[in-house]
């Protein structure tokens, strides 16, 4: 036999002993019953909070559509609204010019009177 099949079997008989020890007394029925019943109601609070959390996701995600809606038509209300301006702004400036053309058509007339 070789010395590696050798030390082997005595590294496993070393073991038996241990082996061979019955293992502690389970704990008691009511013991495991009462941490089931703990672990069952830990168990359904973290799905409830875990519901309330997705929830509140839910209706998070929602108000950011809304105001995402919202900002969309606000800035479409300002391109509007500067487009408005940009034409206002047109008009009172051929306005005027009319009006300068006026004051001096009539200056032009006055002058020539006199």
Partial sequence: MSSKLRRTIVAVAGMLPSLLVPAADPEPITTLQHKLKFARE???AARAATRQASEELREARRRIVEAE???AQARQQALDA???LGRAREAEQQARERYEQAKRALHEAWEARH
């Fill in 82 to 84: 500067q487009a408005r």
């Fill in 69 to 71: 809606r919202a900002l």
């Fill in 42 to 44: 830990e168990y359904e």
